[in-house]
């Protein structure tokens, strides 16, 4: 132990914050380690681009474009995390044998047993997601709300196989497997009919739904945006379809990533608005820089926001937190282990603030207090709790293994 934690330890217990007792909380939440960072989200069962309304750009070198190289490279940013993790995967990430090919409305769990095995190795559960986006059988953009019946169909048999995989995971992990449904169904000028689209979009997603699961393992959820790039006008998956629709369908959850709202939006502050009414709710916490663009998450106010009220609405076992976005211009090992680690940092924050005597002094009016102290505790030093976290966990603080990266990206990504 530290003499700086030893003296950041006794600071914080004087504000009536227990140290051990946050970091020992932290250790246990798992947050979702997507893993399309690693290949611009391209996954292995397509050559062509990435389409849907999301881009990425730039082009550093070393990309993983086999399941090894994925996984390897999970893995190398994964022994730089603290902490707990799981895997988020997405259907286009199917590993076939060699000469194998199935479409997305075929994919069977033995598609996933590489990722399985990559779970079991380090205790972790799996999150997964349907692909309805860089694929042909999109029709003019639209996915489950394409006027055309053989395509909704089509994506109708994908959400179920992928219903069917997700419970496979469940079972083989022991952690329930949160599936998100995010398409990018939308317009990109004014359409002439708002509601058709979401009256298919309702009958598809109810349709994937009526698929048999046992709630406990499977947790779908519906994913809203407010626009992508070419359907800025109009997207059939809007906040209040999608919100609406998991308020009204048992077992579903909605799901919120931050970079799909207008800009002055917060999801912080839906949090407990969602808390209030549902179970359980999921996130993806990326950061739009002006726009919904998937920069690499980073310990920034609105983070701290959304982790602050995760801890303060006694909700870590109640949120599901995800992490999405991708970045091709840096390092891509890096940018997991800054948005992984700015994550566990906002949570660990979160869970080293007074939130009792805090929310004491609200409900007693005492605003002036409240500012004042809330401004107090911005100072207090967290560095020295997250560097004695990370040392517990085995992974060294800041800074350090930024030069692993550098060592792995010599040795291995340059070479590929
Ligand atoms: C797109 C959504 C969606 C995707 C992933 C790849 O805007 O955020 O969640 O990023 O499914
Ligand atoms: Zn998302």
């Known amino acids: 132990m530290s003499t700086r934690y030893e003296s950041a330890k006794e600071i914080y217990a004087s504000f009536g914050v227990d140290t051990e007792k946050a970091m020992e909380t932290l250790k246990n939440v798992a947050i979702a380690m997507h893993c399309w960072q690693g290949d611009d989200v391209i996954g292995f069962d397509h050559d062509g681009p990435l389409t849907g309304g999301i881009q990425t750009t730039g082009n550093y070198p070393g990309k993983?474009?086999?399941?090894?190289?994925?996984?390897?490279?999970?893995?190398?940013?994964?022994?730089?995390?603290?902490?707990?993790?799981?895997?988020?995967?997405?259907?286009c990430y199917a590993i076939f044998e060699k000469g194998e090919f199935c479409d997305r409305d075929k994919l069977e769990p033995k598609h996933f047993k590489k990722w399985v095995d990559l779970a079991k190795k380090y205790g972790m559960g799996i999150d997964f997601n349907p692909t309805f986006f860089s694929h042909p059988k999109i029709k003019d953009g639209l996915s489950l709300s394409s006027p055309d019946k053989a395509t909704r169909d089509f994506w109708i048999e994908h959400g179920k196989a992928c219903i069917r995989i997700s419970e496979y995971f469940a079972k083989e992990t022991g952690f329930p497997c949160v599936m998100n449904i995010w398409t990018g169904d939308g317009f990109k000028d004014i359409p002439a009919d708002r509601m058709g689209p979401r009256m298919r979009y309702k009958e598809s997603i109810e349709a994937i739904l009526a698929e048999p699961f046992d709630k406990n393992l499977v947790k779908p959820c519906v994913e809203s945006k407010v626009f992508g790039i070419g359907v800025e006008s109009y997207t059939t998956g809007s906040a209040e379809f999608s919100l609406t629709f998991a308020a009204t369908h048992d077992g579903c959850l909605p799901l919120m990533d931050n970079g799909h709202y207008h800009p002055t939006e917060v999801v912080s502050d839906k949090i407990p608005a969602?808390?209030?009414?549902?179970?359980?709710?999921?996130?993806?916490?990326?950061?739009?820089?002006?726009?919904d663009s998937d920069h690499v998450l980073i310990l920034d106010d609105e983070t701290k926001e959304i982790a602050k009220e995760i801890v303060r609405c006694d909700a870590l076992d109640r949120v599901y937190i995800a992490l999405d976005y991708f970045d091709a211009s840096i390092n891509r090992i890096a940018a997991w282990v800054v948005g992984m680690r700015s994550m566990q940092k906002a949570l660990l924050s979160a869970l080293c603030t007074p939130n009792a005597a805090l929310k004491a002094l609200q409900d007693e009016n005492k605003l002036t207090e409240l500012l004042v102290m809330q401004e107090e505790v911005k100072t207090l030093p967290f560095g020295d709790i997250w560097a004695e976290y990370c040392e517990r966990c085995g992974v060294s603080s800041d800074k350090a293994w930024y030069d692993e990266v550098v060592k792995y990206e010599n040795e291995v990504l340059l070479k590929r």
């Open 64 to 91: 993983a474009t086999t399941p090894e190289q994925l996984m390897s490279d999970m893995e190398k940013a994964m022994s730089l995390i603290p902490g707990k993790k799981k895997l988020n995967v997405h259907a």
């Open 274 to 291: 969602l808390l209030t009414f549902f179970p359980e709710v999921a996130l993806h916490v990326t950061r739009g820089v002006r726009w």
